[in-house]
């Protein structure tokens, strides 16, 4: 069985789809976390992403894997564990730009098919109900208010570096996210959308604990 969990940053989805697993006994994947191996892999590099001779040739030569260690996923890039290095401001950034290339696209898509084969699992991301899984058996997408997930990010940018107050603010995580919004809902190839089966919950008002609920009866139901 696939669950698919769909929406824009601050939502909540990476904690939600990993408890969603959790209560259900299934696998979960991070594909954003996929995207921002990409991401990190070429910025230290130091690769020109427009270039497409040299993008293509480390898309070809970078060897990207998932290893679960203590029940926690763990991504790999050229047999390096890049995990901790995934979710800073710069590497967030550059991931949403990344998003928008077909041979990254390509690249991702292809692995995250391959890994579905004879397990149950939730999918986190973007476009994973209308793109990836269409089929799926259940399919979410969560949305929140802007200034909510942009006080949810900032918050959780703080707490991993309390030097990431010193130098962005709330307003300026606040556009960061709009800007995402407005990257990803209107981009060519697999631009960010509720499927027109997916049932949509708004994060906002609701606890983390509430949201998963709410998700797991309707999987049961």
Do not use: W
């Not at 949509?200 to 709410?214: G, H, K, M």
């Amino acid at each position: 069985m696939i669950i698919t969990i769909d929406g824009p940053s601050g939502t909540g989805k990476s904690t939600v789809a990993k408890k969603v697993a959790e209560k259900l006994g299934f696998t979960y994947f991070d594909t954003g976390a996929m995207f921002r191996t990409i991401a990190y892999g070429i910025l230290i590099n130091r690769i020109d992403y427009t270039n497409h001779e040299l993008l293509t040739h480390f898309l070809q030569t970078a060897e990207l894997s998932l290893k679960i260690h203590q029940n926690k996923i763990h991504f790999y890039l050229n047999c390096v564990d890049v995990t901790d290095h995934l979710r800073t401001a710069e590497v967030t950034s550059l991931s949403s730009k990344i998003s928008t290339i077909k041979a990254i696209r390509d690249k991702l898509s292809q692995l995250q098919r391959d890994l579905v084969k004879g397990i149950s699992a939730v999918f986190e991301g973007r476009d994973m109900g209308t793109v990836i899984f269409p089929n799926a058996e259940t399919k979410i997408f969560l949305t929140a208010e802007p200034t909510v997930r942009a006080k949810r990010r900032y918050n959780e940018l703080v707490a991993k570096d309390v030097t990431f107050a010193q130098t962005h603010s709330f307003e300026k995580t606040l556009q960061d996210i709009q800007e995402r919004d407005e990257r990803d809902e209107n981009r060519e190839i697999a631009p960010l959308k509720a499927a027109k089966d997916a049932h949509l919950i708004d994060t906002s008002n609701l606890s983390i604990d509430e949201v998963v609920e709410r998700i797991i009866f309707l999987v049961k139901s």
